[in-house]
């Protein structure tokens, strides 16, 4: 099968570039921040002229992995490269003639319904309002514009992503355990779902195989109660679980801090999306466990 990956420049897009290689597949990337190495090629999607000087190689599948994860980036570049961008590309793929584009979303779309568990795609209605956090409103906006597009699609939307460079999570968690500034709030046995970025390619490769669904999926792994990633993570890391705990007081003085926001939310809430819709549409069973994702997160930092 052939298939162009965009942003392979990136955390997932690598991840993916790396599996599909070795699978055997005829594979394309674009990148955008780093010079283009084997088959790869530049590519702004921001751009349609851009879009348009990439090869048109008759892809069965084109699967976008470039985004802006960077919350202190400009709301207009939020909103050029994910929401646009994913539009282009999705129109792009059509014009091509690609009879499947998949879009990599995020749970980020069901807006404040990220917090707490059961999540599930047909019960929990996507962000709609014009206030919101930039990314937010960027992914949910990238899937109405693929919704209302001429090109078969499926979208996975994807939780907190670990693995080996992963840019957030995993500093966070572990740099909060070495300072000693890790705390709970509650007992910390919400659920929350992870994805292990070694668990993505596997997943969109029976994606591709069944084809295009015209719908979103939850694109989870494994659902684990909160305290236990964060002991996972400290043994990994040589020290002991943390136990602090800090109550709402604590928490309102650091509020716009991103681990704060984190630690509380998820110990108090969850952060949980069962992803029964996308096992029973593909039969996904993740081949790595998370414990593995934790030690190949840590081992990278």
């Not at 928490?251 to 509380?264: E, L, N, S």
């Amino acid at each position: 099968m052939k298939i162009l990956i965009t942003g392979t420049d990136g955390f997932i897009g690598g991840y993916l570039k790396q599996y599909f290689t070795a699978a055997g597949f005829n594979v394309t990337g674009t990148v955008y921040l780093k010079s283009p190495g084997r088959d790869e090629y530049f590519a702004d999607i921001t751009d349609p002229r851009s879009l348009d000087s990439l090869p048109d190689a008759g892809y069965d599948a084109v699967v976008n992995a470039a985004g802006t994860v960077d919350q202190s980036a400009k709301t207009e570049v939020m909103m050029a490269v994910n929401a646009i961008g994913a539009r282009n590309l999705a129109q792009w793929s059509h014009k091509i003639g690609c009879p499947h584009f998949i879009q990599l979303s995020s749970i980020a779309v069901y807006g404040l319904k990220t917090l707490g568990t059961d999540r599930r795609e047909d019960s929990t209605p996507r962000f709609r309002g014009l206030i919101g956090i930039p990314y937010m409103r960027s992914k949910a906006i990238a899937e109405k514009y693929i919704e209302q597009g001429p090109c078969p699609y499926t979208m996975l939307r994807l939780p907190a992503v670990i693995g080996r460079g992963d840019s957030f999570t995993s500093p966070t968690i572990a740099g909060a355990i070495r300072s000693g500034d890790f705390f709970f709030t509650g007992s910390g046995e919400k659920m929350v779902s992870l994805l292990f970025a070694g668990n993505l390619g596997p997943c969109i490769d029976l994606v591709m195989r069944k084809g295009p669904s015209n719908d979103c999926f939850n694109c989870c792994d494994h659902h684990i109660p909160w305290r236990d990633i964060v002991s996972e993570y400290a043994m990994a890391l040589g020290y002991p679980a943390p136990v602090t705990k800090r109550g709402l007081v604590y928490f309102m003085g650091r509020i716009k801090d991103p681990a704060t926001q984190m630690f509380f939310s998820f110990s108090l809430f969850g952060s949980h999306f069962p992803s029964d819709k996308l096992i029973e549409a593909t039969g996904f069973r993740p081949p790595h466990h998370w414990t593995y994702a934790v030690r190949e997160s840590v081992a990278g930092l």
